[in-house]
Structure formats: C-alpha cells, structure tokens
C-alpha cells in the first residue's frame, strides 16, 4: 500500500503541472504527454465528472490539456464542457476525419475529443477500430501537455486495452461493495496483460468523510496487493457534493463555477497528488517506440 503523503500543497505548483518551458520543449523532439485514464468497473462512479474537472483543473493551471472522451457508447463529456462537437472520435475510427480534425476547443482552455453517443458499432470496437485509436492517442499526446482519457466503465476488451497503454490509470470507486469489486476486476484484467503496466491511483468518490475513504482505499490497496502484487496510490476523495447532481446541462463544471468550494479543493488536491505519483505532469521525453499508440497496438488482442 503506498503511504500517503500529508506534506504536499494543496495548490497545483508551475513545477507540478505548470507547461514546459519553450527552451525544454524545443530540445527534446519526441515529448509526449504523460496519459493518465480514468476508469471504473461499474458505472456512473463520477469518471466523467472527476475528468473534465481535472482537465479544467489542469488548463487553468497553464498545462496543455487534451480530454479525450473514450466512452465508445455513452459519452457526455461535450455536454459537461459546452460543446457541439462537429467531429468525434467516431469520425476518425471510420476514416472520416484525421485525429487533429476531432479536437475541439472549449469553454473552459481544454481541448476535447468528443466520445459518441448510442452508436452500437463502435461498442463494439474490433482491432482496426482499435489501431486507428491508438494512432489518434499517440498525435493527440503529442499535441499535449497532459492527455486525460475518460474511459467507458467495465471490462470488455476495448476498454481495457484502451487504457492499459496508458502511464497511468486512475480508478474511481464508491465505498461500497459492488464498486469496490468491480474496480479490483478492472485492475485483474489490466494485470493479465503483458507488461509494462501503468501505475494505479485510486480516487473515493462520493465520499462521506475522509475516514470512510480512506477505509476504502485500504480495502481495495490490500487485495491488490495480496492477490495481483500491484501497489496501489491513494490519489484522495471528493466528497459527495450536494451541488452537482441537481445541476442543468449547459452549467459550467463545478470547478469552473464554484472554484473555492470543498470539493473543488479536493479535485485540485488529487490532481498534486497524480502529479507526485506519475513524477511530474509534464510532457516527457520518449523513443520512438515508446509512444502510446505502440503500447497500444502491442497490446491489441489478436484475432483467433
Ligand atoms: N462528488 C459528487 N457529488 C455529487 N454528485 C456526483 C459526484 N460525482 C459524480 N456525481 C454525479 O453522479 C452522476 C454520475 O457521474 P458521472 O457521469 O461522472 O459517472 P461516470 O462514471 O462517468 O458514469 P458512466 O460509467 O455512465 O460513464 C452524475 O449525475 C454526476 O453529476
Ligand atoms: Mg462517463
């Protein structure tokens, strides 16, 4: 089980998520984003509402910021940040538009690849889907500081090898037990596949208090750790917010409305504490052949 660190700030620093500097950039030809998922086994745990605000988080704090909407069935992160998307991701899987065309500015200083919505087929996402993914991934992170992918809940195949080609993965789970159990089955599925694994932060959503996520993350930590030899970090909790839910479509998010409220602080504390655990969210260099959209193909069920 990783400690968790009481001596970070709760403030995002420049040093943490701030943009590289140009003279950095310059130098190291191949920079690509640090990739961060978001998942969760069973659904409507918060992952879309914990990424567009860590993304609008992070864009504020001066990092270039991609949201990439990976829920192939039921996205909504255009509806969250305010945007008609006229290309999605749908449009680069059927060859329609080059990955550059499906981003999108928004409101809010992130830039987002919209996800589709009731569209059965790409549910069901087959390898060459699955390719031209990976290869909109590997541009769109190096257009970026910071990619956040908003995953679909679940373990079918075309989640999992979405996200295992990611640096890290980020589950979101409620203190009960079906959440619990269904992120330890995402995290089993991810571990089945070849290495190198991304590293694992947990988020508690929906939080009652401090003690109760905590008491959560440790039950999740120790299986983990007993039965797939996987640490996992405590990222934090956001606290169940009595503002969000009843809120209208076409509300800002909560952190660009209500920056100072408690959960707004809690989702900038969590965003420090990917930072400490990934080594920084800037842009890193890499070889060629360690981008991922290569992880990505690498790691693609064959067919039988
Ligand atoms: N901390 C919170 N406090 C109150 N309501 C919340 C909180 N987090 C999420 N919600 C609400 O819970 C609902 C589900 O959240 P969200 O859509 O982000 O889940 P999801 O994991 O993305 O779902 P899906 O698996 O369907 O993609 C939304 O109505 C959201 O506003
Ligand atoms: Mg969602």
Redesign the pocket.
Known sequence: MQPFDHSESIEPSDRTVGPAAAGDRAEVPNREALSVAIA?G???????????NLAIVAARSGSRCTLVDA?YG?A?DHLLLGVSPRRTIQDLVEGRAAPAACLHETPFGVRLVPGTTGVTELAALGRRELHSIARGLGEWCRESELLLI?A??GIQSAVISTIVAADAVVL?VQSEIASLTDAYAVLKCLMRRPAPHPRFGVVV???TSAEAALASFAKLADVARRFLGVSLHDLGH????????P?RLGQPPLVASHPECR?AVEIRRILVRLGVMTGGLLGRPRLPTEGIAERMIRQLPRPA
């Open positions: 969760s069973k659904g409507g745990t918060g992952k879309s509402f914990l990424a567009t829920d039921l909504a908003d679909g809940a979101v959503n929906r939080a956001v606290s169940e917010e009595p503002a969000v839910t809120r959960t």
